[in-house]
């Protein structure tokens, strides 16, 4: 049986500022039992164990004086949506994903998420954060070129915003503990796979919260 490999591999030497959040979909249509479906197999147990870590982290680091930008989905309905995604969903039943729940309370976010001065919301109506032009023009003001990301889904908008972040020449710094996914195996799967492969070795850094606060406060 030949020998795992030994390959060594160097310690990330990152280096960690006050950078601003983007928390991504923290918000009922994302995180509610409510909004569950489970005879599609959407279920979000998980995302509402890391919720408690997700307020926690945003408290302290506001406390810090750290920036925190919320950002939500436009309600998933069709007269909400762009026309690639409205696309896709005519064209191929099986991508078809439209939200059945109460428009309003589907954007709400969610129970003890509680966004508060001097942070700022922004609204998305398709997966990056970046698509806003208002947030864009916000890290261009400040002319920040790092940011901190965190939210769900992790293979769905936090995905799609670190790729297309890093596109406009921006830096990203994962918290892992703090981006979740559904429950499906195959899901959680993905999520352990960008974390561990995709992410920090082609967008940026990946680090827990705890990780990046201890460096922070060196």
Same mark, same amino acid.
């Given at each position: #049986?030949?020998?795992?490999?030994?390959?060594?591999?160097?310690?990330?030497?990152?280096?960690? !500022? $006050?950078?601003?959040?983007?928390?991504?979909? /923290? #918000?009922?249509? +994302? +995180?509610?039992?409510?909004?569950?479906?489970?005879?599609?197999?959407?279920?979000?147990?998980?995302?509402?164990? #890391?919720?408690?870590?997700?307020?926690?982290? %945003?408290?302290?680091?506001?406390?810090?004086? !750290?920036?925190?930008?919320?950002?939500?989905?436009?309600?998933?309905?069709?007269?909400?949506?762009?026309?690639?995604?409205?696309? $896709?969903?005519?064209?191929?039943?099986?991508?078809?994903?439209? %939200?059945?729940?109460?428009?309003?309370?589907?954007?709400?976010?969610?129970? !003890?998420?509680?966004?508060?001065?001097?942070?700022?919301?922004?609204?998305?109506?398709?997966?990056? /954060?970046? /698509?806003?032009?208002? $947030?864009?023009?916000?890290?261009?003001?400040?002319?920040?070129?790092?940011?901190?990301?965190?939210?769900?889904?992790?293979?769905? +908008?936090?995905?799609?915003?670190?790729?297309?972040?890093?596109?406009?020449?921006?830096?990203?710094?994962?918290?892992?503990?703090?981006?979740?996914?559904?429950?499906?195996?195959?899901?959680? /799967?993905?999520?352990?796979?960008?974390?561990?492969?995709?992410?920090?070795?082609?967008?940026?850094?990946? #680090?827990?919260?705890?990780?990046?606060?201890?460096?922070?406060?060196?």
């Amino acid at each position: #049986m030949p020998k795992p490999s030994s390959v060594h591999k160097p310690a990330i030497d990152a280096t960690v !500022g $006050l950078y601003p959040l983007i928390v991504v979909d /923290a #918000m009922n249509d +994302c +995180c509610s039992e409510k909004f569950e479906r489970r005879e599609i197999n959407i279920s979000f147990r998980r995302i509402r164990q #890391m919720i408690p870590r997700l307020v926690k982290f %945003t408290d302290d680091y506001r406390k810090l004086g !750290g920036k925190i930008i919320w950002v939500r989905s436009t309600p998933w309905r069709k007269q909400y949506l762009p026309k690639n995604i409205n696309r $896709l969903y005519r064209e191929n039943p099986e991508a078809t994903f439209y %939200t059945e729940h109460n428009v309003k309370e589907s954007v709400e976010f969610y129970d !003890g998420v509680n966004p508060r001065e001097p942070d700022e919301v922004f609204v998305k109506n398709t997966y990056s /954060a970046f /698509a806003n032009n208002h $947030l864009r023009n916000l890290f261009k003001k400040h002319q920040w070129d790092t940011y901190l990301l965190v939210g769900v889904f992790a293979e769905a +908008c936090v995905n799609a915003t670190l790729i297309d972040s890093f596109s406009r020449g921006l830096f990203t710094v994962v918290l892992s503990d703090l981006v979740e996914t559904m429950d499906d195996k195959e899901q959680q /799967a993905h999520k352990r796979h960008l974390l561990t492969h995709q992410w920090p070795l082609m967008y940026g850094h990946v #680090m827990t919260s705890t990780e990046f606060l201890s460096r922070l406060k060196k």
